[in-house]
């Protein structure tokens, strides 16, 4: 029963366009949606999060956009650099401070 | 500040054999978080603690898998009997009590292999 699904095992993006990376979840009762980079030989690392009380958050090249009726939530990178290249990780937050995860995207930024 | 610190890096071990993983926290964060991540998989909660308090496990968490976080600071994970399907990356976290977007800061992970 997957709760937080990436259906996108991977994208391709030129530098310098947009990354959109997408998200799908079922259970109404998550009140933060967090995304985390994962580079190879290194742990998650966390770069934005929205609270469901929210559609829309933005830091710099990132912006998270959800929709709360669709249960779907987004990450744009705009503009896309070849550091962006890894793995997207779409969590969750349930009740207390569990996180549950989706199982990520692989995003490669080509030059 | 040296992040969240996993030791070891990698693990092989005989099937059947108990092994013990290691995390020191962020030292001023006093909740710790254990995960698991298989291959192609996004990482899975396993357990958390309040400083010393054990507060939440998952089903996951089968008897041979037991934590301890004794004096609320650095935690152990143990495996006893280790079976293959427990071959994966065993990640710590931690976070203060109200991290900004509520965003865990992970450690690098420890890799198990069993043979």
């Known amino acids: 029963d997957q709760q937080v699904k990436q259906n996108s095992p991977s994208l391709s993006v030129q530098e310098g366009r947009i990354s959109i990376l997408n998200c799908d979840y079922t259970n109404s009762m998550f009140d933060y949606f967090l995304w985390y980079k994962k580079y190879p030989a290194e742990g998650p690392t966390f770069l934005i999060s929205i609270s469901s009380i929210k559609d829309k958050n933005e830091d710099g090249r990132f912006t998270v956009f959800l929709n709360k009726s669709a249960k779907h939530l987004s990450l744009h990178i705009v503009p896309s650099q070849p550091g962006d290249s890894a793995v997207y990780f779409c969590a969750a937050r349930e009740y207390g401070n569990k996180l549950v995860f989706g199982a990520g995207t692989i995003l490669r930024v080509k030059s | 500040d040296t992040g969240v610190s996993q030791d070891p890096r990698h693990k092989i071990t005989k099937r059947g054999q108990n092994v013990t993983f290691r995390c020191d926290p962020i030292?001023?964060?006093?909740?710790l978080y254990w995960y698991r991540q298989t291959l192609g998989q996004g990482p899975e909660f396993l357990t958390y603690f309040q400083n010393e308090a054990q507060l939440e496990k998952s089903r996951l968490l089968s008897d041979r898998f037991s934590a301890e976080r004794p004096k609320g600071s650095f935690s152990t994970l143990e495996i006893q009997r280790t079976e293959q399907g427990d071959s994966a990356m065993y990640l710590c976290a931690s976070s203060s009590p109200a991290p900004i977007g509520y965003g865990y800061t992970f450690g690098s992970g420890t890799r198990l292999t069993v043979v």
């Open positions: 030292s001023e964060h006093n909740r």
